[in-house]
């Protein structure tokens, strides 16, 4: 199962594992420790493991296009959307200390929630982040320092979720950083550990050393043996997966939109790995049909497929901050129920492609190949 099923397998963020007990090649499921908790709206998911827990909304709010390529970002217009989010329901957002201003814009944004909304929504907006730091040494007052920049430039006390990435696993100082961020999370500096684009031996390696971690991409498998949940990312392929790209033809010059922003223009090289353009046509007529059926979007059906899959506990949608908005089509995930009908022509579809785990490699392997 591709494309769609790729969403949940290679593009996958968070694995929410706290005070899981893995032993490499022994791994056993949970005995209902790991819970994953839906609220009545199902439009909140809390997942928990012993004393750590976080709950976040289904759909996130993906910031990496504050980076810059998708368009220029102005601070107040890109405060103002991150807010009409908020009020909509959709309080969760994902950033990075490498994605731009995305850290100082969630400060400012925290900040005017807590002047001009009330408490109820302030609690229950989450701010969650990425730390990618250079291959030195990790010793603590490195780590710690780390932290602190984000820390500061969000406004907060405490991140709600600190999502870790390594780039040369044949420096094995990923554990040292590890094994810091858990003590700043027993400080009460962070209240989850998560990784990032870690690979499923990696993964093995921290569960392991008995590392308390929250989220990772990818290794559905393992995830649902050791009871990780995932928080998936690429789930509409940068806009690919829509009506703006239906019935288009990249091989003749302006018969289909620019590709002309980096998720497009990766996604796209996703695509060319699975099956092809025309594959993907008829990937899109499919998710078209199911769309006109339950009287919404494609990008609405193509999250809803994802939620639904084993192991995953939210998706990440990337939000362009005062240059487009999509808050009804994502509040419109909540009420879709998709049907076994559904479900099989979207499946059968999607094996036709090819198996992109063999073809482009594990989790984060697509960059660490670059």
């Known amino acids: 199962m591709v494309v769609l099923n790729l969403l949940a397998n290679k593009f996958t963020i968070n694995l929410v594992t706290i005070n899981t007990r893995t032993m490499m090649g022994s791994a056993k499921p949970h005995s209902g420790q790991c819970r994953c908790v839906l609220t009545e709206d199902k439009k909140r998911t809390l997942v928990k493991n012993g004393k750590d827990s976080l709950d976040i909304c289904r759909v996130v709010n993906g910031m990496w296009q504050t980076k810059g390529g998708w368009g220029r970002i102005d601070q107040d217009n890109a405060v103002d959307a991150m807010l009409r989010y908020a009020d909509a329901g959709l309080c969760t957002f994902d950033m990075a200390d490498i994605y731009g201003p995305a850290e100082d814009l969630y400060g400012i944004f925290i900040n005017q ?198 192991a995953v506990a939210g998706s990440m949608i990337g939000v362009r901050l005062g240059l487009a908005e999509h808050i009804q089509d994502t509040n419109a995930v909540f009420s879709l129920a998709l049907d076994e009908e559904d479900v099989s022509s979207i499946q059968e579809v999607s094996k036709k492609g090819k198996d992109l785990l063999r073809v482009i490699g594990d989790c984060g392997d697509e960059y660490r190949r670059a």
């Open 113 to 310: 929630v807590r002047r001009e909304r009330p408490p109820e929504l302030l609690e229950n907006v989450r701010g969650l982040t990425k730390w990618v730091p250079p291959p030195v040494k990790m010793t603590s007052s490195f780590v710690k320092e780390s932290i602190n920049v984000s820390r500061k430039r969000m406004d907060v006390a405490c991140l709600d979720m600190l999502q870790f990435h390594w780039w040369d696993y044949s420096n094995p100082g990923y554990l040292d950083a590890l094994k810091h961020l858990t003590d700043l999370k027993e400080e009460g500096k962070i209240k989850t550990v998560a990784l990032t684009n870690f690979d499923t031996e990696r993964l093995q390696i921290i569960l392991e050393n008995e590392i308390p971690v929250v989220s990772n991409q990818k290794m559905a498998e393992l995830c649902q043996l050791t009871g990780v949940k995932l928080i998936t990312y690429g789930t509409v392929m940068g806009g690919l997966l829509s009506e703006r790209f239906l019935d288009t033809n990249l091989a003749i010059p302006f018969a289909a939109p620019p590709l002309n922003t980096p998720s497009l223009q990766k996604y796209k090289r996703m695509i060319d790995a699975w099956g092809g353009w025309s594959l993907f046509q008829v990937l899109l007529r499919t998710l078209k049909k199911i769309a006109f059926k339950h009287g919404v979007s494609i990008p609405t059906v193509a999250v809803k497929y994802i939620l639904d899959q084993p």
